[in-house]
């Protein structure tokens, strides 16, 4: 028989699903100036339903930058304490031409919903508010177990107001564990549990050639040309085959145990269907010496994700341009600490700078590779709840992606983190169609309550 929170959330599905579908209307575009305003709007919401939903101690916590939205209930005496976070902010929704609805009408289709921030946190964040609801009605406003609600709107722009707010502020957030879905399934159906994330630094290196850009005919062939030089240096930082040239930088990687790469053999994972479906491309590329899995979750990586500069309308401009850019990020394993590769790389950038170029090279953010231990009572229940739910087993797995949070919360506040998502590979985050399973969202909020039952111990 499902509990009394259960039996509320499944006859509460439809309205829970139009709710999300009201947040996800909100452009919360991080990023972009001119969507202040959106972000804001959608802290001041989640506060409200936070507040309506019978949470305690409810704020808009200002930052340098968007602010955080906070909430707690704190009153089972001698249980354990639970941090809940989650981000509300979003990435841009570009290219919008191959959207196949507006990124911010919501649209259901073939069993999901599409719009940008569905999975990537908006929907998953929102399951935690809807657990939390269910359960505060059943029983009268209270709950089996203490919670903290942290949520942000600068996960997308590296985080840098709640990692300040996190390291000034440990005893605001005091907590036993943090509990993150923000994260995804190994595969449909298919109960997991994420135990490692990627760290990374983030970068850009600007090039500087002459005074002012120059016309090609007139000096072509004498002035320096930014472009180029950024050419030269991006094409010897990694070789054909995938590895990192930066001297130094694989000193410290710690490789995954025999135990771990043994339960990813064990994976329901095609390479060719991963190649084929997921990335859409000839080849795979990348260290072949290690399996797909292994590059994707336990090696450092190096990419280029953007040049801007000189002239790129329509037409012709015959410029030298007296300044390009390239932005450069390194995904990170334990034991890489972030500032110590940063200095690795720059070091090394500026040694192979080309003849009339000038570089800057700077960080603009960063985070810890996290690998965390299964063996504590906030992932033995995670995974009974899951079983509960989905009546298999849990995988564990790691992540190619990077949650700088989880590596503030163990620093700060000393505590682990479970790591409990339902996104799907398929899920286009930070892509055009991002979607949601709308199984999975309904799923997920009686996984969690399951949980947080579990942890208070309820049967």
């Excluded at 100036?33 to 704020?59: M, S, T």
């Excluded at 107001?161 to 005091?174: M, N, S, T, W």
């Amino acid at each position: 028989m499902p509990t009394e929170a259960l039996q509320f959330a499944r006859e509460n599905q439809s309205r829970f699903l139009a709710e999300l579908k009201d947040l996800l209307r909100i452009p919360s575009i991080s990023t972009l100036p001119e969507h202040r305003g959106d972000v804001r709007q959608a802290a001041e919401v989640l506060a409200a339903e936070l507040h309506r939903i019978g949470l305690e101690h409810v704020e808009v916590i200002e930052t340098s930058g968007h602010p955080m939205v906070y909430a707690d209930w704190l009153h089972a005496k001698g249980k354990a304490t639970c941090l809940c976070y989650g981000h509300y902010d979003v990435q841009p929704p570009d290219p919008l031409e191959e959207w196949i609805s507006p990124p911010f009408e919501p649209t259901e289709r073939n069993g999901n919903i599409y719009a940008r921030g569905a999975v990537d946190d908006k929907g998953q964040m929102y399951m935690h508010v809807k657990a939390l609801e269910s359960m505060l009605h059943v029983h009268q406003g209270k709950l089996p177990l203490n919670v903290r609600i942290i949520l942000e709107g600068e996960e997308e722009v590296g985080g840098e107001g709640i990692a300040q707010f996190v390291r000034e502020h440990p005893e605001r957030l005091r907590a036993d564990f943090a509990l993150i879905s923000d994260t995804e399934m190994f595969a449909p159906d298919l109960p997991t549990l994420c135990v490692g994330l990627r760290g990374m630094i983030y970068t850009e290196i600007e090039a500087r050639g002459a005074a002012t850009d120059l016309h090609s005919g007139m000096y072509g062939g004498a002035a320096p040309n930014p472009f180029f030089a950024l050419c030269q240096v991006l094409s010897q930082l990694k070789d054909a085959r995938g590895h990192i040239l930066i001297p130094g930088v694989y000193d410290n990687v710690v490789p995954p145990s025999a135990a771990e790469l043994k339960a990813w053999q064990s994976l329901p994972f095609s390479e060719t269907e991963f190649q084929q479906k997921e990335v859409g491309s000839s080849a795979l590329t990348g260290e072949e010496e290690y399996s797909v899995l292994e590059r994707l979750w336990a090696r450092p990586t190096l990419e280029i994700h953007g040049m801007p500069g000189g002239f790129v309308g329509d037409g012709a401009k015959t410029v030298i341009p007296a300044k390009a850019l390239a932005k450069v990020s390194l995904r990170l394993v334990p034991d890489m600490e972030p500032q110590k590769i940063f200095e690795l790389y720059k070091r090394y950038v500026e040694s192979i700078c080309p003849k009339g170029i000038s570089l800057d090279v700077r960080l603009i953010h960063s985070g810890d590779a996290i690998v965390i231990g299964v063996n504590n009572p906030y992932v033995k229940a995670a995974t009974a709840a899951l079983h509960d739910v989905f009546k298999k087993d849990t995988v564990f797995i790691r992540s190619g992606g990077s949650i700088p949070i989880v590596g503030d919360f163990e620093r700060s506040l000393k505590i682990p983190s479970v790591m409990m998502g339902f996104g799907l590979p398929d899920d286009n985050l930070h892509a055009p169609n991002e979607k949601f399973c709308i199984a999975n969202f309904h799923r997920g909020i009686e996984a969690l309550i399951r949980f947080f039952e579990k942890l208070g111990g309820e049967k």
